[in-house]
Structure formats: C-alpha cells, structure tokens
C-alpha cells in the first residue's frame, strides 16, 4: 500500500533532475537506479530490444516511460548508436527534506507513454545534456549564478517533459474511457446476476480488464459505492425479501444470497436495516403460497405496478393490471394497454386483489405494501434505483424470458453507439441537461428515463449536479427555475406535453429572468420534444433511438 506522501496530487511536489544521460550500449550492460532516483526514458529509435525489470520490449521512436527507484534496464543489441535518452530525478513532496522512496499515484510509471510534440521534447532533453555535460566537474549547488540558472531551467524543461507524458497518459485514458466504462458496467451486471456465488474484487478486476485503481474510480462512479459494499446491498436487498416472502431459515437466506457465515449475515443485514433479521422477520413476515425461488415461465395472470410494464409488454407479456393512472396518456404504446386494467397510481392492493393474479411483479415502495401484496400472490419486488437493464434482465429471467432480454440489450447498445457516431458531431466531455415539465413543475433527470438514452459512450456527459445524483442513485429531482444554474450545461434537453397549459408554461419558463441569466452566463443549446420519450422500457428506447437524430437537429 503507497503511503501517504505517495499519494499527494501532483500539484504537491517538485521534481529535481540529477542527470541526463544518452542509453548506447554496445554490450550485455545492466543500469539499475538507487532507492531514491526516478527515471524518465525517451527511446530514440524504431526496433531495438530492451528489457525493463526482466521484461522485454521492442522501442518504438519517441515513446517514454517513467521507471520507479530500483529500476532495471538491459540491453544485448551491438549497435552503439543512441538507443534512448535517460533523465535521473528527484522527487519532494511539499515540506519533507528527503527524497520519496516509492513511486508516487501522480505518474504512471512502466507503461509507454507517447507525448508530443517530439521536436519540443528533444530540445529539452539536448538542452539538458549539454547543461550535464558542461558541469561534470563542477558541483551542482554551486553559487555560481549562471549554473543555478541553468539547472533551474534544465529543472524546468524536465518537468515539461513529464507534463507532456501526463497529458499524453490523460489523453489515451480519455479515449479509452468509453471502453473501460462498458466494462465496468458488465461487472455490475455479473453481480445483479451472481450475487450468490462467491465474488472478489480480483474477479470484478479479472473480468473487466481494468487497472484496480480505475476500476474502482469508475465503479463508484457507476453505483457510488465501493465494489464489495455494492455487492452486500445486493444481498442484503434480496435478503428481505426472502426474510418477508418464504419460511426458510435465516442461516438458509444467509447462504441463498451469497453469505458463508450466517452470523457475519447478521451482523452486515442489523447494520444495513438497523434491525436483525430475526426482528425483521417477525415485523413483516408472512408464509408464501409457493418457494421463493420458484420461476413463472407461465403466469397467464400478471399485475405489475410503478414502472415495469413496458419491459412486461417488451417481452410479450400482456400483463391483466398496472399502474395506468399517470402513464396512460403518456406512453407511446397507448394501443397495447386497452386490455389492462388500472390499479391506480401506487398498485392498490384492493385493486389487485380483485384481478386474482397468478404473480405481481412490484416496484418496490415500501415494505408495508411489499408484505400487502405478497398476500394476493407471490410478488416478485423490482427496486425503483436499479438501472433500466438490470431491472429488465431481472424480470425476463423470473419469467423465464433471460435469452431474449440479453438478445435485446446487446443489439440495443451496437445500435446506440452506431446512431451516436452517425449523429451530429460531439465534442469530448460535452455536457447535457434532461428536464421534464410535468403539471407546471420542473425535474432534472438523474440516469433515468430519456438521460439513460443520451448519457452513452459517444454521447454526452451529464454536469457535475446531475452525475451526484446518478452516483446516489437519484432519478429524478424536483427543482425551481432559480435553481437552474446549478445545472449548467452544454445542451438542455426540455421534455414537454403538447397541451395548452404545459406550453404556455414552456413559454414562461423560456422567458423568465432566471432562463435568460442562465443563457447569458452559460450559453446552451436547447432541444424541445415531449414528455413520451421520459421512459426507460424497451419499446420506448427503441423507438426514440429511431428518432433521436430529428431531436438532435433542432434546436431553440
């Protein structure tokens, strides 16, 4: 583990160059730093064979590398011509008197770096030589004005020379992001799917081929906690539902999800609820008419509550009950609801009751309901946070639909990064705003809803608000027009209904003070559509997709 002088942000030190040398080795020769010398290479020369700590490499002309103290250099090739050049520094953090001894988090060191320009790059390094050169006999700390001038700039030019390098790695991280993103993703998929296997952070890392230290920066960003935290929720999560829902003991629920220890399962599920899972049992158990694991491959009577009916009809499920009171006039597959009954906003449980449901899949609200509900029919609870592909996959594989659901998924996402590259062009890190209007009042959309569709690989980025509230898992958040400046961004997507009122109140809104102190201070580009596109189901994410590049184009 580095310690803490080691993981100082760069801005927290200095780096003093020792010496300058050119690498030319006509013979087996072995350069091996001290415990307190870093090292910085610039190969000269296509095709030459050099090994760093044991491991060989084959140079490439003007690519870098950073080595840490003890670091080992050999080459066997007989040409004597220059190979590479080699600069031999000190690092101090700020206030200590002694040089660090381990590489530091700023700098990424043994991996090959390209920074440019090279031109710029060589004369650094030459001016550095010749400085080296010339003084050889001479002592460095010297009071000699024009030698502590001179070693102040070779000082200067080797710090350019590592800032090329940094922005260079800041660069190839950017264009890798997208990538590396997507695989962190898939390991929180593998976790929503096999949470009750064994898993370690090695495996998460294993399987996404990330760094440990961006794998973990990026899966807190993703989920906004830390992968073994994210994994427990998880269980604990499904925990309550087997606590509530079956009979099974608690040492049997503890295994069932993934824990080996049922008493460190108690510990972790009193931390998570504030209550033991025997006391949680007792407040909101209640015996199930079937196993908790069962799977309805055939459930010819659904009900589903909150959000789920557009991932049940994307799966050819025709649910007999859902929550149409809000979403009715909303949705863009109006003609596939005339069968389905409504049971009011929330699911009434008298509601569903009176439909005699074989299953109800339920978006989670409260626990009170959950249990309410469970003594209808068995009920297979949803959490509203969960990202719209989990949610999806977790239904289709209860209902025995998985195949399809990651048939769609994948075909979904190759046709999304194929609309965003074919869309119009987007510069790195350009930033995007979703705010849907509803009955005169404004929400700023977290990863939900429309903002799932345009905060994609080659698409945009939410501001910095909006990606705190994806990290705390935040859908969506009621806001006034003062508060909109906190939301700055490049472009603001505003999700409308084409009625009357909601029109006229776009038009307050668009000329209010606060707007146009928005437009003054943070110039935007403004895309108006409608509130329709402000679901995450399947059929709607598959239909704005086909008309993203029409909204793109016009703006206001």
Request: proline share 6%.
């Amino acid at each position: 583990m580095l310690s803490r002088i080691a993981q100082l942000p760069l801005h927290s030190y200095t780096f003093e160059c020792i010496y300058v040398q050119i690498g030319s080795l006509a013979h087996s020769t072995s350069l091996c730093s001290d415990c307190l010398t870093h090292r910085l290479i610039l190969c000269l020369r296509d095709g030459d064979t050099i090994q760093i700590n044991q491991q060989s490499f084959t140079t490439v002309q003007g690519s870098c590398m950073f080595l840490a103290p003890d670091s080992n250099i050999e080459c066997k090739d007989t040409t004597t011509e220059p190979i590479y050049y080699e600069a031999f520094f000190y690092i101090f953090a700020r206030g200590e008197q002694q040089p660090c001894r381990e590489p530091i988090e700023s700098l990424p060191y043994h991996i090959w770096l390209h920074p440019t320009p090279l031109s710029s790059i060589l004369e650094y390094i030459q001016y550095m030589l010749r400085f080296f050169d010339s003084h050889k006999a001479s002592p460095i700390n010297t009071v000699h004005s024009e030698i502590e001038i001179n070693h102040f700039r070779s000082n200067l030019f080797l710090q350019q020379w590592i800032l090329a390098c940094i922005e260079s790695k800041t660069k190839l991280s950017a264009d890798l992001f997208s990538s590396a993103l997507e695989a962190v993703q898939h390991t929180v998929d593998y976790i929503h799917q096999y949470y009750q296997k064994p898993i370690t952070v090695e495996d998460l890392l294993h399987l996404s081929g990330v760094g440990r230290w961006k794998y973990s920066r990026l899966f807190q960003q993703l989920t906004g906690k830390k992968p073994l935290d994210y994994i427990t929720d998880i269980r604990i999560n499904r925990a309550k539902d087997l606590l509530r829902l079956s009979n099974h003991s608690i040492k049997e629920i503890a295994h069932y999800v993934g824990f080996k220890d049922e008493y460190y399962f108690s510990r972790r599920f009193s931390q998570s609820t504030g209550v033991p899972p025997r006391q949680y049992t007792y407040r909101y158990h209640r015996t199930p008419p079937s196993l908790p694991h069962h799977r309805y491959s055939l459930a010819p009577r659904i009900v589903a509550t909150g959000n789920t009916l557009g991932d049940l009809l994307s799966l050819g499920i025709q649910p007999i009950g859902a929550s149409l009171t809000v979403i009715r006039d909303q949705v863009i597959y109006q003609q596939q609801l005339l069968d389905i009954s409504d049971i009011g906003t929330y699911g009434e449980p008298e509601q569903i009751a009176r439909l005699q449901p074989d299953l109800i899949i339920h978006e989670y609200t409260t626990d009170e309901v959950s249990v309410a509900l469970a003594r209808i029919a068995p009920t297979f609870v949803i959490y509203r946070h969960d990202p719209a592909h989990i949610r999806l996959r977790a239904i289709a594989n209860w209902i025995g639909q998985g195949r399809q659901a990651d048939q769609w998924l994948s075909l979904h996402q190759q046709q999304s990064v194929q609309v965003w590259k074919d869309c119009i062009p987007i510069k790195q890190g350009e930033t995007a705003l979703v705010i849907i209007q509803i009955d005169g009042d404004l929400f700023v959309m977290g990863g939900h809803g429309f903002a799932l569709t345009i905060y994609q690989p080659f698409a945009f980025c939410p501001p910095p608000a909006v990606s705190q509230m994806i990290q705390q898992q935040i859908p969506y958040l009621a806001i006034t027009w003062e508060d909109l400046e906190r939301y700055a961004s490049d472009r603001v997507f505003l999700l409308v209904d084409r009625d009357a009122t909601s029109l006229e109140y776009l038009h307050q809104l668009t000329h209010s003070p606060a707007w146009k102190r928005l437009q003054m201070h943070s110039p935007f580009h403004l895309h108006i559509t409608e509130s329709k596109w402000n679901f995450d189901d399947p059929i709607t994410r598959e239909h704005l997709l086909s008309v993203l590049p029409n909204i793109l184009e016009v703006t206001f």
